[in-house]
């Protein structure tokens, strides 16, 4: 079961668009679950976005996560994620590779060149989920696996995974629930 848990106010349209896409890319049921606080501990440095990957440690949800169920947070913030090699940019998403939570944002959507918030976001949230599923980035531009950062994003809103993608997910759901 995949859980969504918002951390901002969407309009439910939005919210249950991500359901659906979410369904239909993993064949298994996406079911929202409900809200939670941001957790202000994870503010960055500049006070204004948010440390992904300190986000999705510290908040405080009280969802439950049997054995094959995987958590996604919704927000409409601002991320960062500490600098690596490839710098200190604008982040759409975090997940715990291999792990039970993830995190998209609808940050940036919307906007010229970029897809409504409702097609971006699933797709943004699909991609995260994938990382659950131990999923790495792929090369199909229409893939969700993609990379967010990249023109493929914009260019492909619909949500997508490409038959390697969809299944090795399909692989490691089976290994989840057996
Ligand atoms: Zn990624
Ligand atoms: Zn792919």
């Known amino acids: 079961m995949i859980r ?3 951390l901002n106010e969407f309009p439910p349209e939005v919210v249950e668009h991500v359901a659906r896409r979410l369904h239909a890319a993993y064949g298994m049921g996406a079911e929202i679950e409900g809200e939670a606080d941001l957790p202000r501990s994870a ?3 500049s006070q204004e976005s948010y440390d992904a990957p300190k986000l999705v440690a510290n908040i405080d949800d009280d969802t439950q996560l049997f054995a094959d169920d995987k958590i ?3 927000t409409s913030e601002p991320l960062t ?3 690596g090699p490839m710098g200190h940019g604008p982040v759409d998403g975090f997940a715990q590779y291999g792990g039970g939570k993830a995190l998209a944002t609808s940050h940036g959507l919307g906007q010229k060149g970029q897809p409504s918030i409702e097609a971006g976001l ?3 949230a699909a991609h995260h989920i994938g ?3 131990d999923l790495h980035h792929c090369f199909d531009v229409r893939c969700a696996m993609h990379p967010g950062w990249s ?3 914009a260019q492909y809103p619909e949500v997508v995974l490409c038959l390697f993608c969809r299944e090795k997910s399909e692989r490691k759901i089976k290994l989840g629930q057996g």
Do not use: E, N, Q, S
Request: charged fraction near 20%; proline fraction near 10%.
């Open 4 to 6: 969504i848990v918002t």
């Open 43 to 45: 503010l960055d440095d």
């Open 72 to 74: 996604i947070y919704l």
């Open 81 to 83: 994620a500490p600098a």
């Open 122 to 124: 699933a797709k943004r």
């Open 131 to 133: 990382h659950l599923w």
């Open 151 to 153: 023109p493929g994003f």
